[in-house]
Antibody, heavy 118, light 110 residues
Framework: QVQLQQWGAGLLKPSETLSLTCAVYGGSFSGYYWSWIRQPPGKGLEWIGEGIPRGSINYNPSLKSRVTISVDASMNQFSLKLNSVTAADTAVYYC????????????WGQGAMVTVSS | EIVLTQSPGTLSLSPGERATLSCRASQSVSSSSLAWYQQKPGQAPRLLIYGASNRATGIPDRFSGSGSGTDFTLTISRLEPEDFAVYYCLQYGSSPPKYTFGQGTKLEIK
């Protein structure tokens, strides 16, 4: 059974860099796109970006200037960096996968709350 | 940029009733790129429907999806107590690659 386990710093100050990692256990890493999605408290979902092992990385245009996603097939992990954070970046951050050819996220991580506060 | 608008914002129904949730796209989208999710408080979203009408693994058959073009519908035939949650639609656009969620419909117990 595939599981995504994510971790990273939960409290940041404005202008710092958010850094999260998601590890994939119990299933294949290749053949899937690996995404980051966030949800501000009490609000809806926003896709941040995706990557595929040894392939392309795609970003939400609204965040592209501040986001870096990396995919490490040797470790079955992928990571998110979001720089110059503000209070507007406070959210639960999820990692998730979708299979190539199926445009829906079928497996999600448990979510990580990241708070930006001075 | 495609915008997904879900209606109603809140739907109040009783267990056993039928729920009909709408997702309208600002321009025509491929049915293969439309999905529905259920989210309960403190949990990650759960995939219900992909490709507009295909139930995901383990999803009960009381959940069904339909629609094409700009109008899509999630129907729950007979509500169970565990179905009360927030529902989101999701669309994938390829130029440039981007996923967009609707703003959600809260299904609450009447």
């Amino acid at each position: 059974q595939v599981q995504l386990q994510q971790w990273g710093a939960g409290l940041l100050k404005p202008s710092e860099t958010l850094s999260l990692t998601c590890a994939v256990y119990g299933g294949s890493f290749s053949g899937y796109y690996w995404s980051w999605i966030r949800q501000p408290p009490g609000k809806g979902l926003e896709w941040i970006g995706e990557g595929i092992p040894r392939g392309s990385i795609n970003y939400n245009p609204s965040l592209k200037s501040r986001v870096t996603i990396s995919v490490d097939a040797s470790m079955n992990q992928f990571s998110l960096k979001l720089n110059s954070v503000t209070a507007a970046d406070t959210a639960v951050y999820y990692c998730a996968r979708h299979k190539t050819g199926v445009t829906a996220f079928d497996i999600w991580g448990q979510g990580a709350m990241v708070t930006v506060s001075s | 940029e495609i915008v997904l608008t879900q209606s109603p914002g809140t739907l109040s129904l009783s267990p056993g009733e039928r729920a009909t949730l709408s997702c309208r796209a600002s321009q025509s989208v491929s049915s293969s790129s439309l999905a529905w999710y259920q989210q309960k408080p403190g949990q990650a979203p759960r995939l219900l429907i992909y490709g507009a009408s295909n139930r995901a693994t383990g999803i009960p058959d009381r959940f069904s999806g339909s629609g094409s073009g700009t109008d899509f519908t999630l129907t729950i035939s007979r509500l169970e107590p565990e179905d009360f949650a927030v529902y989101y639609c999701l669309q994938y656009g390829s130029s440039p690659p981007k996923y967009t969620f609707g703003q959600g419909t809260k299904l609450e117990i009447k």
